[in-house]
């Protein structure tokens, strides 16, 4: 398959808006890191760099080829001649490799929300 450049061009601006952003989740973490006073400051920074990391994976229609490629069909969510969808099966279809990724990356989220740091949480 060829690479269409025009949508080359929009992956490649979509990357470096991630690029920023991840270096903004980097500096505020950084910014944290001297300003902490305890290590329950130091996890509790930890815990919003992951989260922030999670939120900026390039999972969402604007971070695919084959979805810019096919835009108006992956805005509405009927992907059906979709080259990536013929091998790994349709993202917004249950049990395809997409969809197991996506289950994978809000279970991450929820253990790093929910089980990583508790607030108030103390360590001596």
Do not use: T, W
Not at 42 to 59: F, R, S, T, Y
Not at 77 to 97: E, L, R, V
Request: hydrophobic share 35%.
């Amino acid at each position: 398959m060829k690479i269409n450049k025009k949508i080359l061009q929009e992956l490649i601006k979509e990357v470096k808006g991630r690029q920023s952003e991840a270096k903004k989740i980097y500096m505020d973490y950084l910014v944290s890191l001297k300003k902490a006073k305890s290590v329950e400051e130091i996890v509790k920074a930890k815990q919003i760099i992951m989260i922030g990391l999670i939120n900026n994976l390039p999972i969402i229609k604007e971070d695919d080829y084959f979805c810019l490629l096919n835009y108006d069909n992956a805005f509405d969510q009927i992907c059906f001649d979709c080259p990536y969808g013929k091998k790994h099966g349709n993202c917004f279809s249950p049990g395809s490799d997409y969809d197991v990724m996506g289950e994978l990356i809000i279970s991450l989220r929820h253990q790093v929300i929910h089980k990583f740091y508790n607030k108030g949480e103390k360590y001596e």
